[in-house]
């Protein structure tokens, strides 16, 4: 491995520790609608909208982080969600549908932890 490859991966592990961190202050490592406890697919939902103004107003997701981890951001109003049930919270919100049902199965031949 290079020396750049190096800095990028421990870079990398640093984020996601930190991510991890913040996560933990949210709530229980677990999407809130389907239990994946996979923390690589996990995010911050925000409950009634309003994730993507907070986003551009911050910057991006690794103020909020940061925001978080300081307790300057409280997070009564933020649960976990995996990606594919955060995109389908927004569906929901903001088109009122719900013709979707995410299931979390993994299994050793589906996926590797
Ligand atoms: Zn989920």
Redesign the pocket.
Known sequence: MSRSEEIKLRRRKAYAAKKRHAHEKVGEIS??????TDDR??QINHKEGGGGKELRRMNGGDRMINEILAGRRKVDDLEL??????A?HHFERVYGLQAWI?K?CPTEDRISL
């Open positions: 999407c809130v609608r389907c239990g994946c697919f996990l969600t995996c990606a594919p049930c955060n389908i995410i979390w």
